[in-house]
């Protein structure tokens, strides 16, 4: 797998002539890798494309994964940046969530990670049946106190066809509740404005200096290269998506073919793309990159759509940006989905 993935990137080394900013070993379990298949794949990625001078590299793990020694081991590569997957720092919680780890594994891995990386990101669940206020108040706490510069955080949904799907249909555990989801965020960001994050998108909050350059260039609409079984690309124009399956992926690599298939996007998909990232950030929907980019219908369009969020004070338009409120923020992806433009 790891020389197919080398192949791959060599295959593609003509799709970017910008300088790559961020690599990311994510989905899977990429903390199987060897250091020397980490070291042998970044020098695939130096070999084949322009590279800037300090590129962010973050390995996405959890805990069970990352033991003290492998840590350790990490902290010799050039990841510089970790992403775990802690989820709750209560026992009830990640049995119900059927996680790997428990809780003790959870905080010794992040005691072990943070004397060795600054740069550390962090996955909360909330909304999850049965935790009160005051718990989740806890978790975050318990986050805070070992001093994360970045945190993620999503409400808890639940999937077809999985154990806490099965545990809620036969309930053994109550629904998730939107309510509590909703009163869950409300506290997760304003504690952590007062701790000095910035709530840089919907389910993300930095430090200064500390946003992930990897998620942030999706938001704003950069180029990306996926590479690997399942992975996504996108090209400003075009998205592609690797095929999942391991074995097909490395029969058409063994014999010289790309296992993607591409569509491309109408001027209708890239505005809704943009409404849809634009709005879950700080940054905003820009109206004059609507005007310019789709033009007067689809700026008068979205006006028209956004007027009786506008009213409801759930979006306000700030220096010719169109943003949620406070009040609307939590209601985003619901709003995004009503300013869509629908091809006839």
């Known amino acids: 797998m790891v020389l197919a993935l080398a192949k791959e990137i060599a295959m593609r080394k003509n799709e970017s002539d910008s300088e790559i900013e961020t690599i990311y070993f994510g989905g ?13 794949i970044i020098s695939e990625v130096y070999k084949n494309y322009k590279v800037s001078e300090n590129p962010e590299i973050t390995l996405e793990a959890n805990p069970d994964d990352l033991s003290a020694e492998r840590i350790l081991e990490l902290s010799k590569s050039p ?52 935790m009160s206020d005051e718990m989740w108040k806890q978790n975050i706490q318990t986050a805070l106190d070992f001093g994360v510069p ?18 809620i249909q036969t309930g053994k555990i109550a629904e998730p509740k939107d309510e509590v ?12 404005q007062k701790n000095g994050f910035i709530h840089y998108e919907l389910s993300n909050f930095g ?4 946003f992930s350059k990897n998620n942030s260039a999706y938001w704003l609409g950069k180029k990306y290269i996926g590479i690997g079984p399942s992975a996504h690309s996108y090209d400003g124009e075009k998205r592609g998506w690797n095929i999942a399956n391991n074995s097909l992926y490395l029969k058409a690599i063994q014999n010289n073919g790309l296992p993607i298939e591409t569509e491309t ?33 689809y700026l008068n369009y979205l006006l028209e759509q956004a007027q009786k969020f506008l009213n409801d004070d759930l979006l306000s338009i700030e220096n010719n940006i169109l943003k949620p409120t406070p009040k609307g923020k939590f209601l985003t992806d619901g709003i995004a989905s009503d300013l869509f433009y629908l091809d006839a």
């Open 207 to 210: 430090k200064e200096n500390y």
């Open 28 to 40: 899977g379990t990429p903390s199987v890798l060897s250091n020397d298949e980490i070291n042998f």
């Open 79 to 130: 990841i510089n940046r970790l992403s775990i997957g802690i989820q709750s720092f209560y026992e009830e919680d990640l049995k119900m969530m059927n996680r790997a780890h428990n809780s003790a594994e959870a905080k010794k891995c992040l005691e072990e990670a943070t004397k060795y990386f600054d740069n550390i990101s962090l996955d909360l669940i909330y909304g999850i049946p049965g």
């Open 150 to 167: 970045h945190i993620s955080s999503y409400a808890l949904t639940v999937e077809p066809k999985t154990a806490l799907s099965k545990l």
């Open 181 to 192: 989801a909703s009163n869950h965020f409300m506290i997760l960001v304003e504690t952590l």
């Open 265 to 297: 996007l109408t001027i209708s998909d890239r505005y809704n793309e943009y409404i849809m990232t634009g709005l879950r950030t700080i940054w905003g929907v820009s109206l004059e990159r609507i005007e310019n980019e789709f033009g007067l219908d």
